[in-house]
DNA sequence: GACGTCACGGTTGAG
DNA sequence: CTCTCAACCGTGACG
């Protein structure tokens, strides 16, 4: 289904359900392109009383006056408020108006949610993990010295049949002969790698190792709260790792890099910044409201600030600790920026949700163990993104990942 | 009125 | 360095 968002379905879309929808009526279809949402003049908190450090925070204001950022997915702390709301059992529609997304969009965090259990976006952007991997470089390059005058075609077809590659990962003729022109120019040094080799850690790097989304780390190990969980695998526990390509098939599974990989999933946790830098730049965007993170793991701080874009609220805000009324947001939020931290409420008992960990409590103070909640959230079950998207939980670490966690650094005063 | 679905325009990042 | 492409995003509107 389309509800996660395959591209498939959709480019197969345009006939399928959409059927009626082929001939929108000239209102329609107005969708974020049709109505020239607020721009440019980046929603900066309302250019009075706002927030200054919001001068230019861009965004757009959707129909119900919250803020977004076209193309980039909702902050985590609004995506984890979702999931809370609803787990507090306040409906769809309400969770819409009260937090001011869509309701299309709610409703696909929930429906992903429930499926993966994580409120995590996808992994944006990029393409299949490389395949020109060290390893594939080394063959291309004894295939060259063997026969200067093979073609890439050729080399193509021998990694194949050498079962250096299988027909999902081989390098394509253009990336065979772009190594050839850069890497393997001359054939005389030894290739930047060596067969034996550590491999360089960057080619390994499944997708996104720079996806800074506050992914929770591996450490998280979402799963060992899992614990029973039914269909928690435990090693796979990862639903956040957004997407990892099939880990079947994955090069650096292949290549038996993984670890590499995992270890440095796990320091993206740590070092979280949400977002990458560079577009996570934003100016304006007022870190502190969130409280020092301390979290490291996955969304915590980074979740959190992750959503730099976003101007938050103090964190005096929270949410949900009393699921305030949309009027409830400050003025000065004027468009619905989106709230502050998720934190400042107990979230109710997961029903997958391992027992002990009831999201968000424990902890006095200060990030806490605030990130049972997320982990809770983030990690129902893997789902088959999560599954795709980590091949394999990290081992061995997290002395007590929950409570590093997202580190939702709720001001969960526990109170 | 609530909600699932999906086209749309947009962003992202590997190749 | 730029472009391409395919992934994902949230919105908004239909049904």
């Not at 968002?5 to 879309?13: K, L, T, V």
């Not at 098939?249 to 670890?259: A, E, F």
């Not at 949900?320 to 939020?333: E, H, I, K, W």
Request: glycine share 14%.
């Amino acid at each position: 289904t389309c509800a996660g968002g395959a591209r498939p379905c959709a480019a197969a879309r345009p006939g399928a359900g959409a059927g009626p929808r082929l001939g929108p009526p000239p209102s329609r279809r107005a969708g974020v392109a049709g109505r020239p949402p607020v721009r440019g003049p980046p929603v900066t908190g309302p250019s009075g009383p706002g927030p200054p450090a919001a001068e230019h925070t861009y965004g757009e204001v959707n129909q119900l006056g919250g803020v977004f950022v076209n193309g980039r997915p909702l902050p985590n702390a609004i995506r984890l408020r979702i999931v809370e709301l609803a787990q507090l059992g306040i409906r769809p529609c309400d969770i819409s108006r009260q937090l001011r997304v869509s309701h299309g969009c709610v409703s696909k965090i929930l429906a992903r949610y429930n499926e993966t259990g994580s409120i995590l976006p996808g992994a944006i952007g990029g393409s299949k993990p490389r395949v020109t991997t060290p390893n594939v470089v080394k063959h291309i390059r004894d295939y060259k010295q063997g026969d200067p005058g093979i073609f890439a075609w050729e080399i193509r077809d021998r990694l194949l049949a050498d079962g250096v590659c299988d027909k999902y990962n081989v390098p394509s003729v253009s990336s065979i002969s772009r190594i050839l022109r850069n890497k393997i120019g001359s054939l005389s040094q030894p290739g930047p790698y060596d067969g034996g080799k550590q491999p360089p850690p960057q080619p390994a790097l499944p997708y996104n190792h720079i996806y800074q989304y506050p992914y929770p780390s591996p450490m998280a190990s979402p799963a060992a709260k899992m614990g029973g969980h039914p269909g928690a695998p435990v090693g796979a526990a990862h639903v956040s790792l957004p997407r990892s390509w099939p880990s079947a098939h994955s090069v650096t599974n292949i290549l038996g890099i993984r670890t590499f990989v995992e270890q440095t999933g796990a320091l993206a946790g740590t070092e979280g910044s949400a977002y990458p830098p560079k577009m996570e730049d934003w100016p304006s965007v007022n870190r502190t409201a969130f409280p020092p993170a301390q979290a490291v793991n996955g969304i915590d701080k980074a979740a959190m600030e992750g959503d730099i874009k976003y101007p938050q609220p103090a964190p005096g805000l929270s949410s949900v600790g009393g699921f305030l009324p949309a009027c409830a947001y400050p003025p000065s939020n004027q468009h619905g920026v989106y709230g502050g931290p998720a934190g400042g409420y107990i979230p109710p008992g997961h029903p997958w949700q391992p027992q002990g960990t009831p999201l968000a409590h424990h902890g006095p103070g200060v990030a806490v163990h605030g990130g049972d909640l997320a982990t809770a959230m983030a990690f129902k079950q893997p789902g088959r993104e999560v599954v795709d998207r980590k091949p394999a939980s990290p081992v061995g670490k997290s002395p007590d990942p929950l409570n590093t966690i997202h580190g939702l650094s709720i001001p969960a005063s526990s109170s």
